[in-house]
């Protein structure tokens, strides 16, 4: 099964030698440069078998994801941040998951006491606003490391360009009724997160009980 490994970067000059340097190399690894205005393009492009797709302008996580699938060919995809947070060497764990038939999505699972209590806490009105929308507890359903098997993704239409297209995608493909399992993954925390600050918490929260409460889209 191909694996395409599909890494949102956003001003990440600091960290993405030390994400493209762990992805295991048989995989197809593909960077999407959205709009940096650093030197992550130059410092990606020095590894040759990485495909770089740059947005002229930032368009926002969800849009970079986007692009990432549209130009993917592997039967698999994972997705991890370009920020350094998550150790790229433990890809293989959530590939071996749904290689083996075990699950169609894996979503990584963070040590909570690492991560700043306002993340935790978004974190958990996140899970239980997904809660009162699928039925269904998920400890980190912002996580941005995980694994899908792409026909999944092919039955979903993702809208989101900002943030919010994590807790978008997990719902609806919780709907499709496929197999997801989550697992325990070691974490490089740095609070200078490209794509996601305390106010983007707030928002999400607010997006997500309007959702559950006003159906809106």
């Keep these: 099964m191909q694996v395409s490994v599909i890494i949102p970067a956003y001003n990440e000059a600091r960290f993405i ?22 030197k992550t393009k130059q410092i990606a492009q020095a590894f040759p078998e990485v495909k770089i797709i740059s947005h002229p302008e930032k368009l926002g996580k969800g849009a970079a994801l986007r692009t ?37 999505f894996v979503l990584g699972v963070r040590d909570f006491s690492k991560v700043p209590l306002t993340r935790r806490i978004t974190n958990m009105l996140t899970g239980f606003a997904i809660y009162l929308i699928t039925g269904k507890n998920f400890k980190d ?29 997990l719902i609806k493909l919780e709907k499709t009724g496929c197999r997801i399992q989550e697992i325990p993954v070691s974490i490089n925390y740095d609070s200078n997160n490209s794509y996601f600050g305390a106010r983007d918490g707030i928002i999400l929260v607010s997006f997500l009980f309007n959702k559950i409460f006003f159906k809106k889209e």
């Design 17 to 38: 030698a030390s994400v493209l340097s762990l992805v295991p190399k048989a995989y197809e690894i593909i960077v999407v440069d959205d709009g940096s205005t650093d």
């Design 141 to 169: 359903p912002l996580i941005g490391f995980r694994a899908v098997s792409k026909n999944y993704i092919e039955q979903i239409e993702l809208k989101r360009n900002d943030f919010r297209t994590e807790t978008e995608m």
């Design 68 to 104: 990432g699938i549209k130009s993917a060919n592997g039967e698999m995809l994972v997705f991890i941040d370009g920020d350094n947070q998550f150790n790229s060497s433990e890809i293989i764990k959530l590939v071996d998951l749904i290689q083996k038939d075990k699950a169609d």
